[in-house]
């Protein structure tokens, strides 16, 4: 059985303080989703709310507001129970129930058949269309960690069908939010499930390496912290970091599973107060500790393309031993482990927008990879927005995005419409014949009218005849893309022309 979990945890674990207005309201929303989901359990014997606590602990620990807080731990409640989403809104608010209500929509969007990368790049953009406020997208994010930490209670099939949705949809996401703590624990459960084999062989391996490189790394602190102290830096904290397996377990790929050509397998992490501290650590480390050619990196000056900062460098540590080191500042800490969620626990002080959010750092002189597109267009649109608060909020929604919904084909394939986009648009997007012969549609198995309005994530059947067959003329009072009108004007003025003749 797994620990069980109680509502002081999530205060204790909170990165970022609640008030005590804002844990009683936390307080409530617990007894309110327990009384909801009294005699419910999950598959792992443990009352059902023990799911909805370790969802808003994991937020908690990564510094969410409390009205995040509040909807993670009544998301289950409208899809579980008999409580309706305007019960609790009466109780809760407009904003916790709009938080929840998105978490619902996004439970339905699942990977389908095929697995090309453009399925799947599209399945990713769907999800974050659908969730319009990137809080609801975090909170199915820690959602799905502790739905993948208890995997082991569900059937085997289950089981691999929910992690490979995690590793193909789940964890890129993640990553592209910068939130590199979710992303890594969803990684390593996800290979667990998808590669047995290999996952046992690294978790050997770095449990072999470990156990003797753990009493040498603490060591290494209680050395280093000594040298710094000694030269009048202001240490935040220094800890000695392990790696996440599945990222190991890449690395080992390229090395012929040989870990002594790991440099960073024992790596220790300085955090600092400010950016030129890093700077001074480096040079008293490098001072003490001859450093490897070549393994300096300085992402303050030249971040990485996601944003991250951090001064790295490789040296040759006592005994011969290599190791890495990673300087940072808290803040530059922060927002690598939490990402996009580290705003909140800096938003009080510096009352930031979504423009300085992504702008307070100075460009990258490499061009972001491919999969960073849709960050970089949602930079464009919110050099647009406002700089108060209001604005900010308005700009968590995920504007770029609205006006576009996502359907599937039966083979599961996306389609991206504009919104009261209707099967006979759907039909034109997938080909000009299957526009022309359609005769009928099936949203979600249920046969639906032409003009009827497509909800985001359903999947549509377009029913056709085999003969060559005319669009509707009617049809041009009700479809929404350009595509589907031109096709049916060419279409109708080609048969006008032929009966002339
Ligand atoms: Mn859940």
């Known amino acids: 059985m797994p620990t069980p979990i109680t509502i002081s945890d999530i205060f204790s674990a909170a990165a970022r303080p609640f008030s005590s207005d804002e844990q009683k309201l936390i307080a409530e929303a617990y007894r309110f989703a327990a009384d909801a989901h009294r005699g419910q359990k999950r598959k792992s014997g443990l009352d059902y709310i023990s799911h909805c606590l370790h969802v808003g602990k994991t937020l908690s620990e990564i510094g969410m507001d409390a009205k995040t807080i509040i909807a993670s731990i009544l998301h289950d409640v409208p899809e579980d129970t008999e409580i309706t989403l305007a019960e609790i809104e009466k109780k809760f608010g407009g904003e916790v129930t709009y938080l929840i209500d998105g978490i619902t929509k996004l439970g339905k969007i699942k990977l389908r058949g095929t697995k090309e ?56 996401i993640a990553n592209r939010l910068g939130i590199g703590e979710i992303k890594g624990e969803l990684e390593d459960c996800c290979f667990k499930y998808l590669e047995p084999e290999h996952y046992a062989e690294t978790k050997k391996i770095a449990e072999t390496y470990l ?43 390229l090395h012929d599973m040989d870990v002594s050509r790991i440099y960073d397998l024992i790596a220790i992490r300085i955090v600092v107060p400010e950016i030129a501290d890093c700077y001074e650590a480096l040079g008293i480390i490098h001072r003490e500790y001859r450093p490897m050619v070549g393994r300096i990196k300085d992402y ?87 700089r108060d608060d209001k604005e900010f909020l308005e700009g968590l929604k995920i504007e770029f995005f609205k006006n576009h919904i996502f359907a599937f084909t039966p083979k599961g394939d996306i389609i991206e419409l504009p919104e ?45 005849v085999k003969e060559k067959k005319k669009p509707s003329r009617d049809w041009l009072n009700f479809v929404k893309t350009s595509t589907a009108k031109s096709h049916i004007r060419h279409e109708l003025r080609h048969n006008e022309f032929q009966s002339e003749k």
């Open 117 to 172: 990368e453009y399925y799947l790049e599209n399945l990713r953009k769907m999800f974050l269309a659908m969730a319009q406020d990137i809080r609801v997208v975090i909170i199915k994010l820690a959602d799905r960690l502790h739905n993948m930490r208890t995997l082991e209670y569900l059937s085997p099939e289950k089981q691999l069908r929910i992690a490979r949705e995690t590793m193909e949809v789940y964890a890129p």
């Open 211 to 253: 156990r003797e490189g753990e009493e040498y790394m603490n060591r290494i602190v209680k050395l280093f912290r000594g040298v710094l102290e000694k030269e009048k830096i202001r240490l935040i904290d220094i800890t000695g970091r392990t790696k996440y397996l599945y990222r190991l377990y890449q690395k080992l790929k």
């Open 300 to 386: 303050i000056s030249l971040p990485k393309p996601n944003g991250y900062q951090s001064l790295h460098t490789t040296v040759f540590g006592p005994d011969g031993r290599i190791l890495e080191i990673q300087i940072r500042t808290q803040k530059m800490h922060d927002e690598s482990e939490y990402g996009i969620a580290a705003h909140w626990m800096y938003t009080e002080k510096a009352r930031p927008s979504w423009r300085n959010l992504f702008f307070r750092r100075k460009a990258s002189p490499t061009a972001p990879p491919k999969e960073l597109t849709w960050v970089r267009q949602l930079k464009e649109w919110q050099k647009e927005i406002g």
């Open 420 to 464: 009261e986009a209707t099967p006979i648009d759907f039909a034109y997007a997938i080909h000009s014949e299957v526009g022309n012969r359609a005769v009928g549609a099936k949203a979600d198995r249920k046969m639906v009218p032409l003009d009827y309005h497509i909800q985001n994530g359903q999947v549509i059947e377009i029913l056709t």
